[in-house]
């Protein structure tokens, strides 16, 4: 599928878009931090599905 509107004069500048592996390896994880953000996703999407099965009944 070709696009109508593609320019290929422009030139992509890889520096923006390359992440090394090191950046990668050496970052640090706050488990605790991202247990917080699943533990309050699940409980918010348990809290909306309650309130839309009370609107249906």
């Known amino acids: 599928m070709e696009t109508p ?3 290929p004069d422009i030139i992509f500048d ?3 878009y ?4 090191s950046d ?3 970052v640090e ?3 605790e931090n991202y247990l917080n ?3 309050l996703f699940f409980k918010e999407d348990f809290e ?3 309130l839309e099965g009370d609107i249906y009944l």
């Open 24 to 26: 990668i390896e050496n």
């Open 48 to 50: 909306n599905e309650a």
């Open 18 to 21: 390359t992440i090394e592996w």
């Open 5 to 7: 509107n593609h320019n």
């Open 14 to 16: 890889t520096d923006l």
């Open 37 to 39: 953000d699943i533990e």
């Open 29 to 31: 994880i706050d488990y």
